[in-house]
Each structure stands twice: as C-alpha cells, then as structure tokens.
C-alpha cells in the first residue's frame, strides 16, 4: 500500500519537500499546478523546490527566485477561453553552481521525501537493450565525476551525488518520479541508475538504493510550448502582474501514476491525479496517439512550409494522415477484443486533434519536430512491429517515416526555417542516409531507428510507397 497517511492531513506549514530537477516551462505549467491544487483544497503540507542540473535558462531562473518561485499560468481551451492562475507552489528556487551543491544538499534532507524530474528521451541515454549508453560523452563524463565522489550533469549524476548524500545523513527513504515522455519511464530509469552505479563503483550505494528508494512509472500531458516574447504583456494586461517567468499552455492536462511510494506522497487522487496499479495502457495511448501524431503534423507543417502546430491540424491533407495513422493503425494494435483499453481510444484521438488545433497556443512546428531520432524507436517504431506481426498493412503508420526523411532530407540540404535540434541524431549517419544511392532503404536499416525490423523488407516497401504519397501531398 502506498505511505500516505502520515503526510497528507491539512496543514498552513509545508513540512515535506518535492525536490524537482529542471524548472522549464512543462514541469511549471504541469506537476507544479497539481500541488497548487493541493494546497488550495487546504492541504499545504508539500511544497516544491527546484533547480537545473546545467548552467542554463539562467534568466528564468533568476527571475523566478526573485518572485519568491511565484508565477503566473496562461491557460487557453480549444474554444478561445483564457484563465490567468497564479502559482506559488514553487517556494525554493535553487540557483545553478558548478557541482548543484545546493540541490544536491536539498535531496538528502530528511524533508525531501520525493526527487522528481522532467528529461528528454535522449536525456536518458539508454541502447536498444534498455541499457545505459556509456559511449555518450556526457554520461562518460559523469561516470568518471562518481569516481571522484562528485555530482554530475545528466540525471544519472546528480542523483547518485544525492542518494550518496541522502545515505550518509541517514536521511531515510526516496521516491524517484519521472515525469516525462519515456515509455515505461521509472523501470527504464531505474534500470539506467543501476548501470551506472555500476560503472562507478558504487556497489554498497546500489543496493541501499534497491532497498530505499522506489521508482513509480507515469505518463504526464499537457501541452507547453516555449513562452512568446508577448506573453509578459499579456498576463500584465490581463492581470496587473508585471511577471518575469510567466507559463502559457492548454486547458487540458493529466497525469497518470503508478501509486508505488516509500515515503509518502501529497494527496494528489484529491485534485484530479490518476493513481493507478499500471500505468501501460494510458502510457501506450498517450505515446502513440498524442506524441507520434503531434511528431507527423509537426514534421508535415514544415514541409508545407507552416510555423504553426494548429495550423497543420488544420490543414485537412495533413489533418487525415494523422488520423488515418492512429485509426487505421494504432487504435487495432492498443484494444482488442480479448484485452480491450480502459482508454476511448476513437474518443481519445478526437481529443487530441482537436487539442492541436487550438490557434492560441501558437505550437510551433520547430519545437514538435525536434528528436526525431529518438521519438522514431520511442512512438512509432512499436506500432509499425505489432501490426507486421499481426500480418496487417502499415500504410498508414509508415506515412510517418516517410514524412520524417523527407523532412531530414531538407535539413541535409540546409533548407529548413529553423534549426533541427536532435539530442539522439549522429548527424554523420544522418548525412549519409540522405546521400545514400536509396535513401529508403538506408533510413530503413538503421538498426537505432527500428532494432529488429532494419532491412525488413516489408518495411522499405511501405515507406517507400508512402513516401510517394508525401511527395505528392508536398506537389499540391
């Protein structure tokens, strides 16, 4: 059973701590607005504190601590309805310093109970086999930091210096909550902090951490593009705040936990959280559906040379590739008649169009289009395996892929509007599928991209003719 009872009941005083680890805008207008919930039910016993695990956002940052971690959300519903909320969630904002003493010091406080965090797929750094890449240099680096009993930069890093930290100060028991897009996030991490403690060294660290700390899967939702330079005078026009930090997103938002503490948690089912025993299917239909859609339009919208998210949803050719993947692929492959989903999928897919659609979040395409490397294995890849196996077509899941090289080949040729961003990508290996004599193919056998499907010949010839279908969509 979860560890509730004693950390829930009302109080004006916080006495427990979430410690999250990267403050932008997602975690601000997501985890953070739950916990405000919370307290304005009357139960102020947790509070958040944060900070940046690099030497970045630096103004963000500073202009938040100066608020005291007060902020001001913008929310805008598909229908064009505003809301201004303020958040004062956030009570400690931890400034950046070589070595995150300070954050490091605030996750073995005794009153830290929970340690979340918000990372990239990239971010994780994990291979085909769900195992921690030593090769990326980052992690290397960090690897060798723990040797040297030091903090490092990815989050493998810092939270080893603070469990280190925690076991020293006998501080008790942690949870590790993910609060990102990776698919079976808290095994995934887990299983990525176990090899590189190994890698350190760190044995006796290891197995207090098996024994001490839990990691809880979760899928978070709600879509937060990067605030407008115009938002600050927006939420000054609306509201009389002249705020430095302000967050704008969607109305919509979820989040779905398994319920797997060890050391308590905020009474977070009271306001709208989904506490649940496995989080898998709303994990798969989120991941599928909401981000491989939004990866589609995005990479679509470029190409028609759009800016905008809603604008591609509301371009009807690319509007029903997006649909035509989820329904025709996706929806048979998450519930069938012997393990139906406890997700409306069709009702889901609505949703989520009409989410993309909503003018005043002004998405843009650059952002959604980003990582395309690590969102192929992620989101689309798993889609494409399942209906192979089933011995179905992939049209329309294929449309994908076939968008995605397309897309690749105009940054090859440097005639993107913007820069590509791509934490996962070699862009050496991505140059050379571009020149490749068939460009198909060679997207095709990368085994990063599609593990055991590279070379499947039943994938080549789907993408291929799907990637005629792209070239007469961008024909007219």
């Given at each position: ?13 916080p ?11 997602f ?5 953070a ?30 202009a938040?601590?100066a608020?005291?971690?007060?902020y ?20 400690e904002?931890i400034?950046?310093?070589p ?10 406080d005794p ?7 918000t990372?990239?797929e990239?971010g994780?750094?994990l ?5 921690l ?6 992690v ?9 009993g ?7 890093g ?5 469990l280190r ?7 008790g ?8 897009n ?11 902090l ?5 890698h ?45 930090a ?5 109305s ?8 797997r503490?060890?050391a308590g948690?905020p ?7 989904e506490?649940?025993a496995?989080?898998a299917?709303?994990?798969e239909a989120?991941?599928?559906i ?30 029903r ?8 692929d996706?929806?048979p492959?998450?519930s069938?008649p ?6 409306n ?5 609505d949703?989520?169009l ?28 798993p ?5 192979l ?7 329309g ?9 397309a897309?690749?080949q ?5 005639l ?7 934490q996962a ?6 140059h ?8 198909v ?11 055991g499907l590279?070379?499947d ?9 799907a ?10």
């Amino acid at each position: 059973m979860p560890d509730t009872t004693d950390v829930t009941a009302a109080s004006s005083t916080p006495c427990f701590t979430v410690l999250h680890l990267g403050l932008g805008s997602f975690h601000r207008a997501h985890q953070a607005v739950y916990l405000q919930r919370l307290i304005d039910a009357g139960d102020a016993r947790w509070s958040l504190s944060g900070g940046n695990l690099r030497p970045d956002m630096a103004e963000t940052l500073a202009a938040l601590a100066a608020q005291g971690g007060a902020y001001t959300l913008e929310t805008v519903s598909p229908a064009g309805e505003v809301h201004y909320q303020r958040i004062e969630a956030l009570r400690e904002v931890i400034p950046y310093a070589p070595g995150i003493p300070a954050l490091v010091a605030r996750g073995a406080d005794p009153a830290t109970r929970i340690v979340s965090f918000t990372v990239t797929e990239a971010g994780y750094a994990l291979d085909d086999a769900g195992r921690l890449d030593t090769r990326v240099p980052e992690v290397a680096a960090d690897i060798a930091r723990a040797l040297q009993g030091q903090a490092g930069e990815t989050i493998y890093g810092a939270v080893c210096a603070i469990l280190r930290a925690r076991r020293a100060a006998q501080a008790g028991p942690l949870t590790l909550l993910n609060c990102d897009n990776l698919r079976h996030n808290g095994d995934r991490f887990r299983a990525g902090l176990r090899d590189f403690l190994a890698h350190a060294g760190l044995d006796d660290l290891a197995a207090w951490a098996e024994a001490h700390t839990r990691c809880p899967n979760a899928m978070v939702d709600r879509i937060t593009p990067r605030p407008p330079p115009e938002l600050r005078a927006r939420v000054r026009a609306a509201t009389g705040r002249d705020d430095a930090a302000p967050v704008t997103a969607e109305s919509f938002l979820q989040w779905v936990i398994e319920d797997r503490f060890i050391a308590g948690r905020p009474g977070w089912e009271r306001v709208g959280v989904e506490m649940v025993a496995s989080v898998a299917p709303y994990e798969e239909a989120k991941i599928r559906i909401l981000n491989a859609s939004h990866s589609c339009i995005a990479w679509a919208g470029t190409l028609a040379g759009l800016q905008f998210i809603h604008e591609g949803t509301r371009t009807p050719a690319i509007h029903r590739m997006a649909w035509e993947y989820v329904t025709h692929d996706v929806i048979p492959c998450l519930s069938r008649p012997v393990a139906p989903s406890p997700v409306n999928l069709p009702a889901y897919r609505d949703v989520v169009l009409e989410r993309f659609g909503n003018p005043a979040i002004r998405d843009t395409n650059q952002r959604v289009a980003a990582d395309g490397f690590a969102k192929i294995p992620g989101f689309i890849a798993p889609t494409v395996r399942e209906r192979l196996a089933q011995g179905q077509p992939i049209d329309g899941v294929a449309m994908l892929p076939a968008l995605f090289l397309a897309f690749l080949q105009r940054w090859h040729h440097g005639l993107l509007p913007y820069a590509y961003e791509d934490q996962a990508m070699d862009p050496d290996a991505a140059h050379a599928i571009c020149d490749a004599p068939d460009p198909v193919a060679a997207l095709c056998a990368d085994a990063a991209l599609w593990g055991g499907l590279a070379n499947d010949a039943r994938l080549v010839d789907a993408v291929r003719r799907a990637g005629a279908r792209v070239a007469a969509f961008l024909a007219g």
